[in-house]
């Protein structure tokens, strides 16, 4: 009789917890997730403001626009501040501080509330806040202390569909904030009940390789969460142009949420589907704003090889706003340190210039063609264009550093490099475009590097970046032996434009280490370059890109 009961029981709890375990199985076999992403509007950050950002957070999580969704991901900081820390469990302790911490004993409100909000509405949550952490708890790390015995740090926490601490990434490369690096840096990931691994990391990340491109090159993960407080800089890193160059360049699905704050820079939230460009995304204007965008994501296969391109038309905006310097605040690159030159428009006519602009031994070729839109309308405002190239570190003061490898066309307010990166002061009508562009190609040989990222670099006056649909972009070694990539970006044939702001392709060398034709002889024979590869033998090569292209354009002229 007692075996029967037992049996019997045993039956009961597996019919018990079918419904679930089929429900998980479902959605690990669709090929696609839902997912959602927050632009969010914070208050000044308070003492006390975490109250209203929480109060919006879950109004989120428990709206209709979020009732698909399968993960949803908050911006960089904008719930709390470095007066409202909180500590974090350790993921692999799998607490839930919904059911552990009702009373908020261990954990502060928000983080015990976000849990529990996780757990009712039953989705993943990503949220970025001010952790605390003891200093003792870490012995390892023998660097100076705080003398209230604290690090803080700028933290991604991941709470599963049961409202558990399930990963915790902690930011690297920190923007001029008052915070701690961990000892190490942290490559984070996290699995899901739909079948996906997710990376993630925070904001400024995106620059440099570790853990954002490391994450790829060392554990396959072709998914990532991206809370992000970006500062957008004119004209090659503005939010939603860095967002989809970075995921169609490593060819991953991005799930990127901003805080909402144009009167300081800061807006820009999408969702991409690496090759196939935007899923969906918004640049806000003027007071920003506290919504959610919901797209299906497609999942990645196995075999990245095999993987089908999702064939996608340009997303529709429904009401365009181009940029003023009134309606967005924008920062703006150290473009005095380009080499670069003015692009001469005669008004009322075509016209067509080919160029090759160098930075050193570093080499862009331009060929580009316009059509003259017509005379000037009294008292508008133009853009007038330049064409540039750089070689450089990237010299934003007071934090970390990259190597790029830069080649553009970008918009200027006046004729004076001075007046490039800037938007210009009215909108409306009076902001004219002076021409159309018929066609943009950019060719470049770019040296090969140990880490390395070469990406598609646009922006229009909306703030809003070019599809994949409407460019053609390749990259490919000459040779399988070489140490070199020839690059070549330009407009797709059937596209014209009149109202882009960046047509470029940006070269991120991280740190600029083990890159071709840099260093000694022997450096690069360290690095694993042959015998005689050096800077020198490279000049040659870095020309023949540029060569290529002046041939194309002389047989289009015949």
């Known amino acids: 009789m007692a075996k029967n009961w037992w049996r019997l029981s045993l039956v009961f709890l597996i019919l018990g917890l079918m419904p679930g375990m089929s429900h998980q199985a479902a959605l690990a076999d669709l090929d696609y997730y839902t997912a959602g992403v927050v632009e969010f509007r914070q208050s000044i950050l308070s003492l006390s403001a975490w109250s209203d950002a929480l109060e919006g957070y879950v109004e989120i999580i428990n709206s209709e ?38 009373n908020f004993t261990v954990y502060e409100e928000f983080l015990v509330t976000l849990s529990c909000a996780a757990r ?7 949220i970025n806040l001010t952790e605390k952490q003891k200093c003792e708890d870490v012995p390892e790390d023998t660097r100076p202390c705080a003398s209230n015995g604290l690090n803080v740090f700028n933290t991604n926490v991941v709470f599963d569909r049961e409202g558990v601490v399930v990963s915790r990434y902690r930011k690297v490369h920190l923007y001029g904030e008052a915070k701690n690096n961990t000892y190490l840096p942290e490559l984070s990931t996290f699995e899901t009940d739909f079948g996906v691994t997710f990376g993630h990391f925070i904001c400024f990340d995106i620059l440099f390789y570790t853990p954002a491109h490391q994450l790829i090159e060392e554990q396959g993960i072709t998914d990532f969460v991206y809370p992000a407080m970006w500062f957008s800089q004119l004209p090659f890193l503005t939010a939603v142009q860095t967002q989809q160059g970075w995921a169609y360049a490593n060819d991953v699905n991005l799930l990127a949420s901003g805080a909402s704050r144009p009167s300081v820079g800061s807006s820009g939230s999408g969702i991409y589907h690496g090759r196939s460009g935007t899923l969906t995304s918004v640049m806000i204007q003027d007071s920003g704003e506290r919504a959610i965008y919901v797209a299906q994501v497609p999942k990645y296969t196995r075999s990245r090889a095999l993987q089908k391109r999702v064939r996608r038309s340009t997303p529709e905006i429904n009401s365009r706003q181009v940029a003023s310097s009134t ?29 090759t602009i160098c930075y050193g031994s570093f080499c862009c070729n331009f060929d580009i063609a316009w059509r003259s839109l017509g005379t000037a309308v009294e008292n508008g405002s133009y853009y007038s264009y330049r064409l540039g190239t750089y070689d450089g570190w990237r010299n934003e003061q007071q934090v970390d550093a990259n190597y790029i490898r830069n080649c553009g066309l970008f918009t200027c307010s006046g004729d004076s490099i001075d007046d490039c990166g800037k938007l210009l002061p009215i909108e409306g009508e009076l902001q004219q475009s002076r021409v159309t562009f018929t066609r943009l190609e950019i060719g470049v040989t770019y040296p090969e590097s140990r880490e390395f990222l070469l990406f598609p670099d646009t922006v229009l006056d909306n703030l809003l970046p070019l599809e994949p649909n409407q460019f053609e972009w390749s990259q490919q070694k000459p040779t399988e032996d070489s140490y070199v990539h020839e690059v070549r970006f330009a407009l797709k044939e059937s596209q014209e434009l009149s109202n882009v702001l960046t047509f470029a392709i940006y070269g991120n060398y991280y740190d600029n280490v083990c890159t071709f034709g840099v260093g000694s002889e022997e450096e690069q024979l360290a690095c694993g370059y042959k015998s005689g590869s050096t800077r020198l033998t490279t000049l040659g090569g870095w020309l023949i890109m540029p060569l290529v292209i002046l041939v194309t354009a002389w047989t289009r002229a015949q």
Request: proline share 7%; charged share 20%.
């Open 65 to 102: 626009n979020a009732s698909a969704t399968d993960i949803i991901v908050f911006p960089e900081s904008t719930l709390n501040s470095a007066g409202s820390t909180t500590f974090v469990p350790n993921p692999e302790d799998q607490i839930n501080p919904c059911l552990s911490d009702p």
């Open 120 to 126: 009712n509405a039953s989705k993943y949550i990503v």
């Open 327 to 355: 309606s967005f605040y924008m920062k703006r690159d150290y473009l005095e340190n380009y080499e670069s030159e003015l692009i001469q428009f005669d008004e009322g006519t075509t016209g067509a210039i080919n160029r």
